[in-house]
């Protein structure tokens, strides 16, 4: 039985677990992954919003600005940048499972920047955000043998 990793993420935060398989296992801080822009307030981004245009003499308008605003694409950095460091651990062998847990919207970025190896080796995932949570409460959520 090999080394398990358990990544915690939310779209501001990640933090990164380290154990031994088998039952009762304790979880080990690694690291800790910050999403600056994620912890901004919701008007600090006001360019998220399309802008718009209005035709000469009261023409119909037309929506400025891409499909994803700035602060989606900060959470996909934030996101690939997270996949990064798990697809490495597990390409280095350093961890042979791994467990997910995180909020709906960054699991599905998560699992979709994975790659196919790293993916494969996803031993279970919980859908909730529990980053803010105690490492007491967060083992709570993974089965009772990892």
């Given at each position: ?10 779209h501001d935060a990640a933090r990164i677990f380290e154990t031994e398989a ?106 909730k955000n529990l980053v803010k949570h ?13």
């Open positions: 039985m090999g080394r398990i990793m358990i990544v915690v993420a939310s088998g039952a009762c296992a304790t979880l080990v801080e690694r690291e800790d992954l910050l999403n600056p822009s994620g912890r901004r307030l919701r008007g600090d981004l006001e360019s998220d919003r399309q802008g718009s245009f209005s035709g000469v003499a009261g023409g119909a308008g037309h929506g400025l600005g891409n499909e994803h605003g700035p602060k989606e694409e900060a959470l996909a950095r934030y996101v690939r940048a997270l996949a990064v460091v798990v697809n490495a651990a597990h390409q280095t062998g350093h961890c042979e499972r791994i467990y997910l847990v995180a909020d709906p919207h960054v699991l599905g970025a998560l699992r979709e920047d994975l790659d196919a190896t790293t993916r494969a080796a996803v031993a279970g995932e919980v859908v105690t490492v007491a409460e967060i083992r709570q959520h993974l089965p009772e043998r990892l």
